[in-house]
């Protein structure tokens, strides 16, 4: 195993994560931590009224959230150790939700 744990992916060639001498540091910058991916979400509300009689009325309301169903994916793992390093596992907003009401004025 190499030192610190530091070993390819699987089914990747071994140029892919290049490991230090043991008493060297690496040539990444510090504080540099991995990005999460780009998160985006559009939540959209219809609504129509309608008069039923001279006092009476009702309005139709129609709430979507996340209304283009994007997905938002988690972060990567950054456990230089875990055997997941650098993959993404998780979503972080849920699927598009569609909330339908009514509301009777008079």
């Not at 504080?31 to 991916?37: E, M, Q």
């Not at 009689?53 to 209304?67: H, L, P, Q, T, V």
Request: net charge neutral.
């Amino acid at each position: 195993m190499a030192p610190y744990g530091c070993a390819p992916l699987p089914n990747e060639p071994p140029s892919k994560l290049a490991c230090p001498a043991a008493t060297s540091f690496g040539n990444t910058p510090q504080n540099t931590s991995l990005r999460n991916p780009d998160q985006k979400s559009v939540d959209l509300a219809l609504t129509k009224t309608t008069s039923l009689f001279e006092n009476y009325k009702i309005e139709f309301r129609g709430d979507f959230f996340n209304a283009f169903n994007w997905v938002h994916f988690g972060g990567p793992d950054s456990g230089i150790t875990d055997t997941t390093f650098g993959l993404i596992q998780s979503t972080t907003v849920n699927a598009r939700v569609i909330q339908l009401s009514a509301k009777f004025k008079f």
